[in-house]
């Protein structure tokens, strides 16, 4: 119950197109959804973020899609770039994302140029 | 955000030793967290530190092998005790300020010969 389960292990875009990340949870006291991102030998950088009371939240090229009802969360990435190569971490947290996270498998993202 | 500065970035030691691993941030934040991400693999949760209060660790995880110190609110220690090499790993440090969603440093890549 505790897990969050992420989807694909890895993605392949082309320079300009449109790269989702999926995420699906289990536990209904989650309240927090961040999205990581991480490039080689460093750490995970805060991306974007969402709380359950919208269904949507769009930071630039990023956009969280969020469903409540499913329990899952996607991040879009528009006009896709080969810099946005990095791998990617969804997460979810009980305690309004001041508390532990649960972080997903991660996804490995691919920009061709 | 704040600044986390990790030391040392890397290391490479000898079963059996123990190695400190430095956490330095430079504002004051109510929460910092132990994680431990295999190459390629996602973040585990190892502890987490709060000032004036032991560190809560996680299922797996025991204070004799990962011993924590926060001494303040700016500053916390994590020492990897008589390792072997399945300790190999990056051990992450993350803070989070009260509200606040987690902020991470760039790792420590440790290697057990």
């Known amino acids: 119950q505790q897990q969050v389960k992420q989807s694909p292990q890895s993605l392949i875009v082309q320079k300009g197109g449109i790269s989702i990340i999926n995420c699906a949870y289990e536990?209904?006291?989650?309240?927090?959804f961040p999205w990581y991102q991480q490039f080689p030998g460093k750490g995970p950088a805060l991306l974007i973020a969402?709380?359950?009371?919208?269904s949507e939240k769009k930071e630039g090229r990023f956009t969280i899609s969020f469903n409540k009802s499913a329990k899952q969360f996607s991040l879009h990435i528009m006009d896709s770039q080969p810099g946005d190569s990095a791998t990617y971490f969804c997460?979810?947290?009980?305690?309004?994302?001041?508390?532990?996270?649960?972080f997903g498998t991660g996804t490995r993202l691919k920009v061709l140029a | 955000s704040a600044v986390i500065s990790q030391k040392p970035s890397r290391d490479i030691c000898q079963r059996g030793t123990s190695l400190t691993i430095q956490c330095q941030v430079d504002?004051?934040?109510?929460?910092m967290f132990w994680y431990r991400q295999q190459p390629g693999q996602s973040l585990t949760l190892i502890a987490t530190?709060?000032?004036?209060?032991?560190?809560?660790?996680e299922s797996g995880f025991v204070i004799d092998k990962f011993p924590i110190s926060r001494p303040n609110l700016t500053f916390s220690t994590l020492t990897v005790s008589n390792m072997s090499p399945e300790d190999s790993s990056i051990y992450l440090c993350?803070?989070?300020?009260?509200?606040?969603?987690?902020?991470f440093g760039d790792g420590t890549r440790l290697s057990i010969l």
């Open positions: 993350s803070v989070a300020g009260q509200g606040q969603p987690q902020h």
């Open positions: 536990n209904t006291a989650f309240d927090y």
């Open positions: 969402i709380r359950p009371d919208v």
């Open positions: 997460a979810a947290s009980g305690t309004s994302g001041t508390y532990k996270y649960i």
């Open positions: 504002s004051q934040v109510t929460m």
């Open positions: 530190a709060n000032q004036g209060s032991e560190a809560t660790y």
